[in-house]
């Protein structure tokens, strides 16, 4: 039986959702795309004209998931400031995790853990909003460290 589902979203877009109880712990899938450096990856989005929105994750040695090339269903999991799922890197790869028991209908989040370059000036900020909603929201998709609210 199918675990996950793509479907509209009442945070954003296109989003993931469990057709069936997921396990904390459980492995849900893999983060998949044309693995590129980040040049490659931000010429070709360049190229295509591509306004805001990517499917990229970053790896730990430099190069990027492009998730609009050959991609799966991770591409549209949503940010949460609190999610309900991990994102493990190995060896390349990333793999998808469940942090805690998610039922059926529920959307499947992650942490974003976001960066950017440059002075993070209010129109940057507005740019990597949160809109997770949960009472503990830290109001960015920036991770911790890059983001002095």
């Given amino acids: 039986m199918k675990r996950i589902a793509v479907r509209r979203s009442g ?6 959702f ?3 109880p997921i ?6 899938l ?3 795309g044309t693995v590129m450096s980040w040049k490659q990856a931000i010429t070709r989005h360049h190229r295509f004209g591509k306004k805001g929105h990517t499917f990229f994750f970053g790896l730990s040695d430099g190069r990027v998931i492009d998730g609009s090339l050959g991609g799966n269903s991770a591409r549209w999991l949503n940010h949460a400031c609190v999610a309900n799922c991990e994102a493990v890197e ?3 790869r990333v793999h998808i995790y469940a942090v805690s028991e998610i039922q059926p209908g529920e959307e499947l989040f992650i942490k974003y853990g976001l960066s950017v370059e440059g002075r993070l000036s209010a129109a940057v900020r507005a740019q990597y909003e949160c809109r997770c909603g949960h009472r503990r929201c830290r ?3 920036l991770a911790a460290t890059t983001y002095r609210g």
Avoid: F, N, Q
């Avoid at 945070?11 to 993931?16: A, L, P």
């Avoid at 396990?23 to 849900?28: F, P, Q």
């Fill in 11 to 16: 945070v954003h877009g296109r989003r993931v």
């Fill in 90 to 92: 190995s060896d390349g």
């Fill in 18 to 20: 469990a057709l069936r």
């Fill in 23 to 28: 396990s904390a712990g459980e492995l849900i």
């Fill in 30 to 32: 893999e983060y998949a």
């Fill in 139 to 141: 109001g960015t998709m």
